[in-house]
């Protein structure tokens, strides 16, 4: 072990971490804690699917709140 490197205990542990955290915030959280796990070489993979869940996540929740916006579903936060 070098003396930069960092240890976790649980490699599940921290995916699902990440996972809730971009799921709930995304997509700002999601990439912080997706690229914090990504500086770190054996929890890439993970980082990555943290990364690509939160944007697809913050995709999907911008266009279904148009979308709920525009059938009148969900109020207008923003006056224009």
């Known amino acids: 072990m070098n003396a930069g490197e960092m240890v976790l205990t649980s490699k599940r542990k921290w995916f699902w971490i990440g996972m809730v ?3 709930f915030l995304p997509p ?12 770190e070489k054996p ?10 869940w939160s944007l697809v996540w913050a995709t999907c929740m911008f266009f ?17």
Do not use: H
């Open 21 to 23: 955290i971009a799921l």
């Open 64 to 80: 279904l709140s148009r979308y709920l916006m525009a059938a009148q579903l969900a109020p207008y936060i923003i006056q224009t």
């Open 43 to 52: 929890y890439r993979k993970e980082a990555l699917i943290i990364i690509v």
């Open 28 to 39: 700002v959280p999601g990439l912080v804690f997706g690229i914090g796990l990504y500086t």
